[in-house]
């Protein structure tokens, strides 16, 4: 088959960025395990990289057009008009960003042209998304959507990105157009929203793991890190937001005594875009001791935290999978996992993975503490992994995307 991936962004190995995100990662893992299968592959997404055109050797990344095209775009349909319209409800900032991603619409009618694809596979349900899936489908184009969380119950999300995603939903509903999701969670938030959708062709598709094990002990990984042998190490692996909530991670730990928190050392991994900056906040806790926020870590690092860790968090308010949770099984690490994580209800056939609701700052140390106590068969919390394996996840969307032609 030749299929374009259209995604918001993908990891790029070598390319200079402040930050990937597990997105990122997906899209590149999938793009390059179907051209590994054999199909020709295109990646197209309205980032350029100067540092590459190519992913993996064999794909090429493809940008959708230059000045004149984006003009062209932005200036038609009278999407000026609705600009000015969504400025007034949802701020200048949001709606000329959503301006912009319209103005990729002329260019991408050249890339579909240039490379006339069997299928579109469109990622996410940004703008980018939305117009790519709608352009790509009126001009015949055969088409599947993959959901990989959902914007509605992400607090950093904006009214009008909220709009956008409500609206691709009702068009795949409308249209018939097959989609996939990555948590049955995030299934059953777009058949709630999109309610029409319960009739089209689905799918709940798992990510995989793509961190590579680390070739540090923990004993050599804890030394790495500055960590004492002896301490209990925690990792929180991700963005750091309001939405990924570390911010309660950060409070349970503060509602520990002294003494409880003495040998215990907290990793938060991620670019801090905290409102105020997650440092201050630790700072105003008063755990800067035992907690440390990292910044930004490139990926064949942060396999290390996870060689020094004995447990995982993830707390997030919205959350579409949480790749940490399979990268810690993968290194035979147990997670705690949030109720509110869309894949909660996939993960906990796992022993290694307890899903939480809390209502005090206190309930939650105390359910950190239980799972450090807990005695863990890591090579099982390993086998369990397996089934998030690669080749399973490529065979499943080679199957979507064939039965969508």
């Known amino acids: 088959m030749k299929i374009l991936e259209v995604t918001p962004r993908c990891y790029v190995p070598g390319v200079n960025v402040e930050r990937w995100t597990g997105l990122d990662y997906v899209t590149s ?19 350029k990289f100067d540092e590459a055109e190519r992913l993996d050797g064999n794909l090429d990344i493809v940008f959708p057009g230059g000045f004149v095209e984006w003009c062209s775009s932005v200036l038609s349909k009278g999407n000026i008009g609705k600009c000015i319209k969504d400025a007034k409800e949802f701020g200048l900032r949001e709606a000329v960003r959503d301006l912009a991603y319209k103005g990729y619409v002329a260019g991408f009618s050249k890339l579909l042209d240039d490379f006339a694809p069997d299928v579109v596979h469109v990622h996410g349900s940004t703008r980018w998304s939305y117009e790519c899936l709608r352009t790509s489908f009126e001009a015949g184009y055969s088409c599947v959507a993959t959901f990989h969380g959902i914007n509605r119950d992400n607090p950093m999300c904006s009214g009008l990105v909220k709009r956008v995603e409500s609206q691709m939903m009702d068009y795949i509903a409308e249209k018939a157009i097959p989609y996939t999701a990555v948590s049955s969670g995030t299934m059953a938030s777009v ?15 798992p990510n995989s793991v793509f961190i590579k094990q680390s070739e540090l002990t923990k004993e050599e990984a804890r030394e790495k890190l500055g960590v004492p042998y002896k301490n209990e190490v925690i990792v929180c692996i991700g963005t750091i937001g309001e939405c990924k909530n570390q911010a309660a991670l950060v409070d349970a730990i503060a509602s520990a005594s002294t003494d409880e928190r003495r040998n215990l050392s907290v990793f ?4 801090d875009l905290y409102p105020g900056g997650i440092l201050n906040y630790i700072e105003k806790k008063g755990v800067q001791d035992c907690i440390l926020a990292t910044g930004f870590v490139e990926m064949e690092e942060i396999a290390d935290f996870y060689a020094a860790a004995d447990l ?21 690490i147990p ?71």
């Open 268 to 271: 938060l991994v991620g670019k």
């Open 191 to 205: 058949k709630e929203i999109a309610s029409l959708a319960c009739n089209c062709s689905s799918a709940v598709i």
């Open 29 to 47: 893992q999938i793009a390059c395990g179907l051209a590994e299968r054999g199909h020709k592959v295109e990646i197209a997404m309205p980032f």
């Open 312 to 332: 995982n968090i993830m707390l997030s308010k919205s959350e579409g999978f949480g790749l940490s949770i399979i990268e810690a099984m993968s290194c035979g």
């Open 335 to 405: 997670s705690l996992v949030a109720s509110t994580v869309d894949s909660s209800v996939d993960m906990n056939t796992s022993e290694a993975i307890r899903c939480i609701d809390w209502t005090t700052s206190r309930e939650l140390f105390c359910a950190i503490k239980d799972m450090l106590e807990t005695k863990w068969d890591t090579e099982q919390i390993r086998q369990d992994a397996q089934r998030f394996s690669p080749d399973e996840m490529i065979s499943s969307y080679e199957k979507v995307l064939h039965g969508s032609r």
